[in-house]
């Protein structure tokens, strides 16, 4: 796969609180906020972002890291450089909680108030969002507002599982963790993606959203073996690297679980 131009989308910028970020756009209907995991807004997230748009959603890329449209996987040396000039500012950016516990990461404003903005835009009953590895768990934090009907936790890696206590927590605050328990107790179904044998995403991380959600964390947890052989890291991204876009491929049936959700919440007539 190549760099990507992103030509069939719209760019424009978003404001709040000071600080303004460029925005992708593509699509008509209800908002999806896809917040891409690192190195960035690459061709494959760009890809499962035209999939949200085929639907009859309007997909929403914020601008977070990374250089948009660049194809991490030209070359191993290519790969790593890219993913460096991304990890590294985020890891130290006062903006994303990477190893503490029990803190919302302050990014989640901005998104939130994007969230807003779009749903204004965009209309229907309110909005989608996906989070990939490290901005994982950040649709968890962003449904503290009652605007978000349908977070995705794709491969949610942060914080970092060094500790016990790390490994058994996802990263939200707990204050914004019991008015998410409160949506849940209400209706609110979010839904988590992870391979079964990711390091980067511990099973006591999914335990503990579902001892904390309850019914209404929807785990979808996939074998290793079904991710797609050709991604140049171990099992990882369902929705973008690793997914293997096939009917009746688990990772696609898992693509498909993640559209319906969409479809079920925001795609709703009168």
Known sequence: MSDDDLS???LTEFTHDGKT???YRKGTGPAVIVIAEMPGITPKVLAFARQVAGIGCTAVLPHLFGVPGRDPNASTQVALKTLASAMVP???SKEFV???TGRTSPVIDWLRALARSEHARCGGPGVGAV???FTGGYALAMATDDVLLAPVLSQPSMPVGLTK???????ISPAD???VKGRCARGLTVLGLRFDSDKFVPPERFEFLREQLGDAFVAVELSGADANP???MPPHSVLTEHLIDEPGQPTRVALDQVLDLFRDRLLVTA
């Not at 206590?165 to 990263?171: E, G, M, N, P, V």
């Open 165 to 171: 206590t790390q490994r058994r927590s996802i990263d």
């Open 177 to 179: 963790l019991e008015i």
């Open 8 to 10: 069939d989308f719209e």
């Open 98 to 100: 990477v190893l503490a």
């Open 230 to 232: 050709e991604g140049t």
């Open 131 to 133: 989070g990939m590895c």
């Open 21 to 23: 970020r460029s925005v």
């Open 90 to 92: 985020a890891c130290v």
